[in-house]
């Protein structure tokens, strides 16, 4: 089946530096990935939505110069927190819809970004 | 605005016993319907999927939903929990290509 992967699983990092997570579909050509954010014990909210060779199109109240998105090529996303803080603390999970357009969406094994 | 709806923040069930664990959706029209189960600082893994047809569906680990159309549910059901089973359990409705909506989540705890 459709298998997407996530790297790194986790990081722990200093206040201020920028942190790179990166989303790869690896049997598939993904034009659309997506990116989540997940508190403890709630629900997925949708970050933004990647679209290959464009700009990224973000949620309401999502800062795009804080999470920076580029999808380069049709199998690779990245995710880039800038001058991550601890509130940017967080489980962050990377999704990809293959090329042909229909859902569902395949989800990585998720980020733990832990800023100290 | 569509929503999708999992009443039950917690469920604890004893080994063997039956599993129903409910979602409802607000949506003007058919909504794509999805289960996902998400372990302990992992990502999601997806049960089972309805698009069209028949409102029965099966999905893996024993899993099955039935698409209620009149009640806006699509519920998940096992007959028998095992206590791998014990995880996080989310309803998405996909509205279109691009827009997926997800519950707030149902965490399953299972008895020995």
């Known amino acids: 089946g459709a298998v997407v992967s996530q790297h790194p699983s986790w990081v722990i990092c200093k206040s201020g530096t920028s942190v790179k997570i990166e989303c790869r579909s690896l049997?598939?050509?993904?034009?659309?990935m997506f990116w989540y954010r997940q508190f403890p014990k709630q629900s997925l909210m949708l970050m933004a939505t990647s679209n290959e060779g464009s700009k990224a199109t973000y949620e309401q109240g999502v800062e795009k110069d804080k999470f920076l998105i580029n999808h380069a090529s049709l199998t690779l996303s990245t995710l880039t927190v800038t001058s991550a803080h601890p509130e940017d603390s967080s489980f962050y999970i990377c999704?990809?819809?293959?090329?042909?357009?229909?859902?569902?969406?395949?989800f990585g094994d998720g980020t733990r970004l832990s800023i100290l | 605005a569509q929503s999708v709806t999992q009443p039950d923040i917690h469920i604890t069930v004893s080994e063997g016993a039956s599993l129903e664990l409910r979602c409802n959706y607000s949506?003007?029209?058919?909504?794509?319907l999805f289960w996902y189960v998400q372990s302990p600082g992992q990502g999601l893994q997806l049960l089972l999927k309805?698009?069209?047809?028949?409102?029965l569906v099966q999905g893996i680990k024993g899993f099955e939903a039935e698409f209620k159309r009149s009640q806006s549910s699509f519920n998940l059901r096992k007959p028998s929990v095992h206590w791998s089973d014990a995880a996080e359990y989310f309803c998405?409705?996909?509205?279109?290509?691009?827009?997926?909506?997800f519950g707030a989540g149902t965490r399953l705890t299972v008895k020995p």
């Open positions: 309805y698009f069209s047809g028949d409102t």
């Open positions: 999704s990809a819809r293959d090329a042909a357009g229909l859902q569902p969406q395949h």
């Open positions: 949506y003007g029209a058919t909504p794509y």
């Open positions: 998405a409705v996909g509205i279109n290509n691009n827009d997926m909506r």
């Open positions: 049997d598939f050509q993904a034009t659309t």
